[in-house]
C-alpha cells in the first residue's frame, strides 16, 4: 500500500479507497496475473519502479495470495509458478539493465523466457 499521504499515485477511486477504508484494514493492488491458458501455467508478477520494494501489508497480502494460488491452481490442473517481484533501478520503467526478479539481476530475454513459461528463472518469493 502506498503512503495515504502521497496521492499522487492514486487512481480518483484509490484516492477514495483511502479516505473511506476502515483503519483496520488494508488495501493493496497486484499489477499482474500472468496465464498461459492453453497449457494451464499461471503466476502473479508485482511491479516496482525506483527500486521499490513491497511494504508489509503487501508482503502480508500476497504471502496469503501466493499460498490459495497455489492450492486452487493444483485443484484446477494449472501449474503455479509462484509470485514474483519485478523491480526496476531508479529512473527505469521498461526492461533493461539493472533490473531484478525476486532479487536476481535480469536480462530482458530472461524476462520474456520467465513470462512465457520457458524457463523459471528464480524461485517464487514466497
Known sequence: ???AND???FTPFGIW???YIRKDMSITNLDYVVEDYKNKKIMLLEEKQNAGVLHTAQ???FGVLHKCLKRAASDSGYEY???FVLRFPNGASMPGPGMT?????????DLRDHLDFKTKFCESLF
Do not use: A, C, P, Y
Open 81 to 83: 509458478w509462484g509470485f
Open 101 to 109: 526478479l525476486n532479487d536476481k539481476i535480469i536480462t530482458s530475454e
Open 17 to 19: 479507497l483511502q479516505e
Open 59 to 61: 508482503r502480508l497480502t
Open 7 to 9: 496521492k499522487s499515485q
Open 1 to 3: 500500500m502506498r503512503h
